[in-house]
């Protein structure tokens, strides 16, 4: 047995050059260029002869990956809602391909989630204006830039509506309801605005009316004689709702009887 003599490596496939045989390790003298290489090592002894060569592919990747696209919530902003759903699409990572996915609220930490294309806060975000990021992890640790979204968590309901009054006479089986504006107060920071209101007539269910504040029963729809309750509440952006405003009134069509001689 001759002994080693040396080691010959090279890179892409290029001349072979030689390498003390004390030497484990190879660092290119010339900077590789992004992509694919590949990596020859083989051992030569005393006598010349060469072993079978030890091949490596690998990539080169020093390209972030892009910024992850279509970012959304659901239920969208603003809302009542404090474990919103985050969705966002894969971006465009050519060389490695993306690995995973971190993210972070507010000022926060990033951290890592996996390869997934959504994410559900695991604690309960307090009422206020926050901020939303993600970032792509490629597969040779390239970290990109993050996507934002800016979300507002609305837990305050809007003010009842006030001064309820019917405008119409007993008599009215298709009665007209007015009453008073609402107003959705700032809290944390925050308000989404009133949006609307909903409105229904005895045990019926509520229905959205728009932002009107006066609301006129159809014909179609008219009230048998006795006593009915309307009632109202005022609905904001964030899907909260305010106290029912109620009002029990009265319909009499039916003349009373003439007195009797």
Do not use: C
């Amino acid at each position: 047995v001759s002994g080693l003599d040396f080691y010959q490596v090279r890179m892409d496939f290029g001349s072979f050059s030689q390498v003390a045989a004390n030497v484990t390790s190879f660092t290119p003298t010339i900077a590789l260029s992004e992509g694919s290489h590949t990596f020859e090592v083989r051992a030569v002894d005393r006598a010349t002869n060469a072993s079978v060569t030890a091949v490596l592919s690998f990539l080169i990747d020093t390209v972030k990956p892009g910024v992850p696209g279509d970012l959304s919530m659901t239920p969208s902003s603003p809302t009542n809602v404090t474990q919103p759903v985050f969705n966002w699409s894969e971006p465009a990572d050519v060389t490695s391909g993306v690995a995973s996915y971190e993210v972070k609220i507010d000022s926060g930490a990033f951290g890592n989630i996996g390869k997934v294309l959504t994410f559900t806060a695991a604690v309960a975000i307090s009422e206020g204006s926050h901020t939303f990021q993600v970032r792509a992890v490629d597969k040779a640790g390239n970290v990109g830039d993050a996507s934002t979204l800016i979300l507002v968590i609305d837990l305050t309901a809007p003010t009842q509506p006030a001064s309820l009054a019917r405008t119409t006479l007993d008599n009215d089986n298709t009665p007209t309801f007015t009453w008073g504006v609402s107003t959705d107060p700032i809290s944390g920071g925050v308000n989404s605005g009133v949006v609307g209101y909903e409105a229904r007539i005895d045990s019926g269910e509520f229905k959205d009316i728009g932002s009107v504040l006066t609301l006129t029963v159809g014909d179609a729809d008219f009230l048998a004689d006795g006593a009915h309750t309307f009632n109202v509440r005022a609905r904001d952006q964030a899907g909260n709702r305010s106290l029912v405003a109620a009002l029990i009134f009265t319909i009499v069509t039916v003349p009373p009887s003439a007195p009797q001689a």
